[in-house]
Nanobody, 124 residues
Framework: VQLQASGGGLVQAGGSLRLSCAVSGGTLNRLSMAWFRQAPGKEREFVSA???????SYTDSVKGRFTISRDSAKNTVYLRMNTLKPEDTAVYYC???????????????????WGQGTLVTVSS
């Protein structure tokens, strides 16, 4: 399974971006997908996940602002990010795995496949 993340860029605070994660070599319907991010000097942290059953999970700091979704026909997962804040600045990584239960969706170690990351910079 290969993951290709895209859609990052520079945006002003309050703006929006949509990240995409294209999946190849695997069937999206059998994968749980997630977005993690890593800010400079900080550890990688969970942002959002969507299970193969379409259940979703978000970290508290993005609830109400970010929306994860998937398009099975395009084998792509999206992260719509609204009302962006400077503290959202980070490299965003998409990840994929199988057999992940909801209680572990926020753990990086639960995911086997990782994309290369896309940089999101939010200016104040």
């Amino acid at each position: 399974v290969q993951l290709q993340a895209s859609g990052g860029g520079l945006v002003q605070a309050g703006g929006s971006l949509r990240l995409s994660c294209a999946v190849s070599g695997g069937t999206l319907n059998r994968l749980s997908m997630a977005w993690f991010r890593q800010a400079p000097g900080k550890e990688r942290e969970f942002v959002s996940a969507i299970k193969w059953s379409s259940e979703t999970s978000y970290t508290d700091s993005v609830k109400g602002r970010f929306t994860i979704s998937r398009d099975s026909a395009k084998n792509t997962v999206y992260l719509r990010m609204n009302t962006l804040k400077p503290e959202d600045t980070a490299v965003y990584y998409c990840a994929a795995g199988t057999g992940i239960i909801m209680s572990t969706m926020n753990r990086a170690g639960a995911y086997v496949y990782w994309g290369q990351g896309t940089l999101v910079t939010v200016s104040s």
